[in-house]
């Protein structure tokens, strides 16, 4: 290396021809993986929208840190929330049955996997909240994500309702079975429902119109309907920065997790947190 360095400063042009072959070399480094992953996933997939993966184990762990202090609960108790969504054996055969039930099984994995939703799980079994509104809710993986967690609450005592809102009307089709009974889909566009809902919100994940200033009117329609500890899921925290913007004007926390996927080429989305201590 220092016979390499010296050549690059005794040869001006000479080494800067070899000091791009060099760094390319070293850029070049990261692709194979990915490539490899696309395709597999190519072969392996139907999927053309919202993709679903499992997260890499240290990206669970790291996930369960971070959930254990916005919840105030010991780091096992989150990982334990967390193995308890993987294992869900009636939970994972609800969705793959209801997934190939349907008219878009075509385009669906049969494979159940949650990404970070697991992270929506740990906290509403954490919080055990009475009111828990998803927007957008596409097949919905994420209402029976939070259903499975509500469901679980109730029999521990703790009773919660989920409402998810979604402008297609074909959207929600997994919320079937026992699930439904913990919740319900209001069809319509996101922030007209968020308008008339008349109840106090104790947890939030915007997931519907992607846009930044769709995101900004959501946080600002349900501002004055959170509940004093109420916690705020951004799923669009990696493409735009208005959870945080929401946190800093209403005096709330914001921590965002990244997520990394496991043996996929999405490089991850991640969870904005906003909430009170
Ligand atoms: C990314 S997907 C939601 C994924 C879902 N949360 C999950 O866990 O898989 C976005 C959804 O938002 C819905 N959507 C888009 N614009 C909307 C709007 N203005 N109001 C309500 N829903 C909307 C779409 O129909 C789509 O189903």
């Not at 954490?126 to 209402?143: F, H, M, N, Q, R």
């Not at 899921?233 to 496991?262: A, V």
């Amino acid at each position: 290396m220092r016979k390499f360095k010296r050549a690059i400063v005794k040869t001006p042009i000479l080494g800067r021809v070899l000091l791009i072959i060099f760094r390319t070399k070293t850029a070049m480094g990261y692709f194979p993986r990915q490539l490899s992953n696309s395709v597999k996933w190519l072969f392996k997939s139907k999927e053309i929208t919202n993709y679903t993966y499992d997260l890499e184990e240290n990206n669970k762990r790291y996930l369960a840190s971070l959930i254990a202090d916005i919840a105030n609960i010991q780091f096992s108790v989150a990982m334990a929330y967390i193995k308890e969504i993987e294992q869900d054996g009636e939970l994972r055969k609800h969705i793959a049955d209801a997934t190939e039930k349907s008219d878009l099984a075509f385009i669906a994995d049969k494979e159940v996997r949650f990404g970070r939703r697991i992270g929506w799980y740990a906290l509403t079994r954490a919080l055990k909240p009475k009111t828990v509104i998803e927007s957008g809710v596409d097949k919905g993986l994420g209402s029976c994500v939070l259903t499975a967690a509500l469901k679980r609450n109730k029999e521990e005592g703790h009773e919660g309702r989920y409402y998810g809102t979604d402008i297609d009307p074909k959207a929600g089709y997994l919320l079937s079975g026992d699930y439904a009974n913990y919740g319900c889909i209001l069809y319509g566009d996101s922030i007209e429902s968020l308008k008339k809902f008349d109840g106090i919100i104790d947890l939030f994940i915007s997931d519907a119109d992607h846009s930044a200033v769709y995101e900004a009117e959501e946080y600002k329609t349900i501002a004055n309907k959170l509940s004093e500890r109420a916690i705020v899921l951004g799923d669009n925290s990696h493409g735009t920065d208005k959870l945080l913007e929401f946190s800093l004007e209403t005096n709330r926390h914001f921590i965002f997790f990244q997520e990394k996927p496991l043996e996929h080429w999405y490089p991850g989305g991640g969870i904005g947190i906003s909430f009170k201590r």
